[in-house]
């Protein structure tokens, strides 16, 4: 990289006058975590810094034991004559850009992120900087959401009318950021809500930190089967077609995940329905973060990397690849077990 504040090394993004990594694939000394999903925060680093809001639920999957130093949004640390601060990126709770300055350089790196405000994560802050480094996991033209309200309204009636036929609803979706993003847009006057383990969990974690969430009971063996009659059920992908499923029998299943803007991928998944639904940036969201921010220099990680650049370049902007180890939402729907 052209810049000095931010290298690619073998272990991941490096700022060499700070000594700190950022998202880093490999075990090192010093990692600033952009947000907990496994991609981005991997177990084996010596120090862990992270916004608040990510302390317990990356304790919950990395270890109670982990050396986490947490700053608020905004809140400023020098490390060796660099300034380092968190901003929201609106992926998830707790999700953050890090800002990183050093003698009038500005470096930015958004790990993951979406531009639409979900009613939950705080919402993405434009920031001005010399290099940005941005994801592009839906960075194609095909890839435009829906308003999120819109989508919302299509999950809630495709539950009211499961429930009008006596049939449990079965969502699956990613457990940290999307199944409490969902849940806290369901109408609840329609059933209860019923999470599996995986998802109940991430929720006690996050409640923790602060994420203020609507009650609903996990799924125990000792639920009677007519229960779930009318209720919703949220899952990960990887509880599909397992033995758990059936105790909500009769039921009908639904994916919420941005591949379902592509025609096919909810056959090729077996689900009876599918709702667009990403907490990542559709295309116009990618294109105005990246001009917001007035950059110099853009690389761009994980996604349709040489799409994206090649139209930005089109666009006039200096834009290069990071070959990195993120995978953004990956199709297969297991990004964040």
Known sequence: MANSLLELHDDGLYCSQADIYIDPWRPVDKAVITHAHADHARWGMKKYLAHQQSKNIMKHRLGADIS???LAYGETISINGVKVSLHPAGHIPGSSQVRLSYQGKVAVITGDYKTE?????????????????????????????????????????????????????????YALGKAQRIHCHLDLSTGPVYLHGAVWNTHQAL????????????????????????ALVIAPPSAAGTPWMRKFSPYRTAICSGWMQVRGA????????????????????????????????VFLTHGYTDVFAKHLIEQGVNAKILETLFTGETADGEEEQ
């Open 68 to 70: 986490l130093q947490t």
């Open 266 to 297: 909810r056959r090729r998944r077996a689900a009876d329905a599918g709702f667009v639904v990403s907490d990542h940036a559709d295309w116009p969201g990618l294109n105005e973060a990246i001009l917001s921010t007035g950059a110099e220099e």
């Open 207 to 230: 409640s923790s930190d602060g994420v203020k969430l609507p009650e609903a009971v996990k799924v125990t063996q000792d639920i009677p089967k007519s229960t779930f009659k009318q």
């Open 117 to 173: 405000h979900d009613g939950l994560s705080l919402g993405f802050e434009p920031l001005s900087c010399h290099l940005f480094v941005s994801e592009c996991t839906f960075g194609l033209p095909i890839y435009k959401w829906e308003p999120q309200h819109m989508v919302m309204d299509k999950i809630n009636r495709w539950w009211a009318k499961n429930t009008e036929a006596g049939r449990c609803s079965v969502l699956f979706t």
